[in-house]
């Protein structure tokens, strides 16, 4: 089993940053990604970003490539999303998973962020 846990959400004004985190514990897999996903109400479960632990490579989706940024340490077994210039609809709950084989097989409860106009 693999617990996830997110943290560093809140409130914040547009234009604004937060750093959130990504702590991971319990068993390993072998090279898992770990990937950041938003929900927001009345629309689906969207991918933010996502990176593969063990080379580091990383992929966005075009609506935040400019503005996020994931990163790692593995010493920490800690995935980081840097969230820049935010805007009002990027208000949402943000789930980080990480991946058995190809699928996302265990979340993490949430964090709120909320942006403020």
């Known amino acids: 089993q693999v617990q996830l846990v997110e943290s560093g959400g809140g409130l914040v004004q547009a234009g604004g940053s937060l750093r959130l985190s990504c702590s991971a514990s319990?068993?390993?897999?072998?090279?898992?990604?770990i990937g950041w996903f938003r929900q927001t109400p009345g629309k689906e479960r969207e991918f933010l970003a996502a990176i593969r632990w063990s080379f580091g490579i990383t992929n966005y989706a075009d609506s935040v490539k400019s503005r996020f940024t994931i990163s790692k340490d593995n010493a920490k077994n800690t995935v980081y999303l840097q969230m820049n210039s935010l805007k009002p609809e990027d208000t949402g709950v943000y789930y980080c998973?990480?991946?058995?084989?190809?699928?996302?097989?265990?979340w993490g409860q949430g964090t709120q962020v909320t942006v403020s106009s």
């Open positions: 998973a990480t991946t058995i084989g190809t699928e996302y097989a265990y």
């Open positions: 319990g068993r390993t897999f072998s090279n898992p990604v």
